[in-house]
């Protein structure tokens, strides 16, 4: 029988749904997902009444099945090639400077999906804006990583989710993987910035989130966030434990002190929350949200 924990005060966060209703037709109109509503999140009234959107690509379903998301599991329909166009088009509109995508996995193609964020990416070129990518793993494929790579993103993105110890539990996933498609990235393209997630209250240890900050640290991560987990539904796994907004500085110190570049931690902070920020902190202060060049990057 799980045991439910009653959510702490500082976790009382209330979804205002009238404030996202624009963004959210304008998305409707254009066939656009986005993360936001397909995870539940909690700061999605914030973020939509700001004009911002995590967009998801690579259509809603997901051929993998994590305990902890709630994006929708199955088999994909036909990939949809006008997707790309139709993702510019609708940044255009909504007259972004810094543009965050990811996708559901898709290990039903060939390539992973990755021949589309490419297209994506180079779309969103014509634009300007800077582009943060959270990619799937592509089951470890290294040709898929540098089509990504090649395209030019801003940042590139792939979360640990969680320490080692419970991916088997949690993620259908492999830890190792994700941290050497980390070193990879930064090894091939060391002006790209690297970043990661990380959820907190699943039951990990202290130790075990320092030793995660250390793997990230080896690797050469920039940037990383750090979240409370709630479960979207009773059906997903359980919280095993709420933590401080105080517990959350301790371990953003801790995360700075192992060679991040900039760090969000706190109990709503999720992978794509004020995600220009990461940017504006690490260049010149004339230059906030630039974009930075790719054959500059890749010196």
């Known amino acids: 029988m799980k045991t439910v924990l009653r959510k702490p005060s500082w976790l009382r966060k209330k979804i205002d749904f009238r404030k996202s209703s624009e963004l959210s037709r304008l998305l409707r109109g254009l066939?656009?997902?986005?993360?936001?509503?397909?995870?539940?999140?909690?700061?999605?009234?914030?973020?939509?009444?700001?004009?911002?959107?995590?967009?998801?690509?690579?259509?809603?379903?997901?051929?993998?099945?994590?305990?902890?998301?709630?994006?929708?599991?199955?088999?994909?329909?036909?990939?949809?090639?006008?997707?790309?166009r139709r993702l510019a088009e609708a940044v255009r509109q909504m007259n972004l400077t810094h543009v965050v995508i990811t996708s559901v996995i898709r290990d039903d193609l060939p390539d992973g999906g990755s021949g589309v964020f490419r297209e994506t990416i180079l779309n969103l070129r014509r634009l300007k804006v800077s582009i943060e990518i959270l990619i799937p793993d592509f089951k470890g494929s290294k040709?898929?990583?540098?089509?990504?790579?090649?395209?030019?993103?801003?940042?590139?993105?792939?979360?640990?989710?969680?320490?080692?110890?419970?991916?088997?539990?949690?993620?259908?996933?492999?830890?190792?993987?994700?941290?050497?498609?980390?070193?990879?990235?930064?090894?091939?393209?060391?002006r790209i910035f690297t970043?990661?997630?990380?959820?907190?209250?699943?039951?990990?240890?202290?130790?075990?989130?320092?030793n995660l900050f250390s793997d990230l640290g080896r690797v050469g991560c920039d940037f990383l966030s750090i979240g409370q987990y709630l479960a979207p539904t009773a059906a997903?796994?359980?919280?095993?434990?709420?933590?401080?907004p105080e517990r959350f500085d301790y371990y953003k110190d801790k995360a700075y002190s192992f060679g991040m570049r900039h760090v969000l931690s706190g109990p709503y902070v999720r992978s794509s929350?004020?995600?220009?920020?990461?940017?504006?902190?690490c260049l010149p202060a004339d230059r906030p949200g630039a974009q930075i060049e790719f054959a500059d990057r890749m010196c």
Not at 54 to 80: A, E, H, V, Y
Not at 147 to 176: F, H, M, Q
Not at 195 to 210: D, F, R
């Open 31 to 84: 066939g656009m997902h986005t993360v936001c509503q397909e995870s539940l999140c909690p700061n999605i009234s914030e973020c939509f009444a700001k004009g911002t959107a995590t967009f998801l690509i690579l259509g809603n379903i997901c051929t993998r099945n994590c305990r902890f998301c709630n994006i929708k599991k199955g088999k994909p329909g036909n990939l949809d090639l006008s997707e790309p």
């Open 236 to 244: 997903h796994c359980e919280v095993k434990d709420y933590l401080t």
């Open 143 to 190: 040709e898929a990583v540098k089509k990504v790579i090649e395209a030019g993103p801003d940042v590139i993105a792939r979360n640990l989710e969680t320490v080692s110890r419970l991916y088997r539990d949690l993620r259908d996933a492999d830890y190792e993987v994700s941290l050497e498609i980390l070193r990879f990235i930064k090894q091939y393209a060391p």
């Open 195 to 210: 970043k990661s997630g990380l959820m907190l209250g699943l039951g990990e240890t202290e130790q075990e989130v320092l």
């Open 273 to 281: 929350y004020h995600a220009q920020g990461y940017i504006d902190a």
